[in-house]
């Protein structure tokens, strides 16, 4: 997550932000069109187009770190009333405007079993989770604030 902070005497178009420490995190290309991702603690990721096979494409990629965001921030708030063993899948199953080329709408659905909860408490627990999740989910306030997404930077190797 990032903070935000204002440089005195700046406008509001020059405050900076102050980015949080992160692992670095990059692609490598496998063959036409298909890549694996890498963070520096190990993980890795096979992406590509659908027709590749057992790879997720970048689209899907997107909705699943929305899904996993959601679930992460709400986390604890369900395993409090519910019990750490309790089990959810979370889906983003929207369509994409293949007009646009784009995702418009992007929807958390949760499969989650609340029937050992009253109609007060659950509504309680969803408000909260709901919360935990505006708070929390990075993916999901970066999404909503629209993010900035500078045109690529192309380094060639020295030598």
Do not use: H
């Not at 670095?24 to 990721?45: D, H, I, K, Q």
């Amino acid at each position: 997550m990032t903070e935000q902070t204002t440089t005195p005497g700046a406008t509001p178009t020059e405050d900076a932000v102050t980015p949080s420490p992160t692992d670095p995190l990059w692609v490598e290309r496998n063959g036409t069109r298909t890549y694996t991702g890498f963070s520096a603690r190990g993980a890795r990721v096979e992406i590509g187009p659908a027709s590749a096979g057992a790879v997720f494409t970048p689209g899907e990629l997107l909705k699943v770190a929305l899904a996993a965001c959601a679930g992460m921030s709400s986390d604890r708030a369900f395993a409090r009333r519910l019990g750490d063993d309790y089990q959810t899948t979370i889906r983003v199953e929207d369509p994409k405007d293949m007009a646009e080329d784009r995702y418009p709408v992007l929807t958390e659905k949760f499969e989650i079993d609340l029937s050992a909860l009253d109609d007060e408490d659950r509504a309680k627990l969803l408000t909260i989770a709901q919360r935990s999740i505006d708070k929390a989910c990075t993916v999901g306030r970066t999404l909503k604030a629209g993010a900035r997404i500078p045109d690529a930077q192309f380094n060639q190797p020295e030598g």
